[in-house]
Nanobody, 120 residues
Framework: QVQLVESGGGLVQAGGSLRLSCAAS????????MGWYRQAPGKQRELVAA???????NYRDSVKGRFTISRDNVQNTVHLQMSSLKPEDTAVYYC??????????????WGQGTQVTVSS
């Protein structure tokens, strides 16, 4: 059973920093793209940042220069370093990964979500 487990959310003042981590576990053959999404109350889930297995990244415009996504292909982890946080970054953040389990097909997996709250 493949699962993604996130950690690192919390409450921070505007201008502060947080680091989110996500670890994939289970019988995994390979992991393609990994990413972070977020969903604020009353809004749709949106892509924050993504990273390919080769390390290519992309970010939504509003976080460019403030957030950095990274991954460890040995540990099967992905991280999101968030700096200069703003109140509008407040949301539940979800880890996502395209994973091929051993003996199975490629599928999209999600973490349970971690709350990030930025106070003004």
């Amino acid at each position: 059973q493949v699962q993604l487990v996130e950690s690192g959310g919390g409450l921070v003042q505007a201008g502060g920093s947080l680091r989110l981590s996500c670890a994939a576990s289970g019988s995994i053959s390979s992991i393609n793209a990994m990413g972070w999404y977020r969903q604020a109350p009353g809004k749709q889930r949106e892509l924050v940042a993504a990273i390919t297995s080769g390390g290519s990244t992309n970010y939504r415009d509003s976080v460019k220069g403030r957030f950095t996504i990274s991954r460890d292909n040995v540990q099967n982890t992905v991280h999101l370093q968030m700096s200069s946080l703003k109140p509008e970054d407040t949301a539940v953040y979800y880890c996502q990964a395209d994973i091929r389990p051993l003996g199975s097909y490629l599928g999209r997996y999600w973490g349970q979500g971690t709350q990030v709250t930025v106070s003004s």
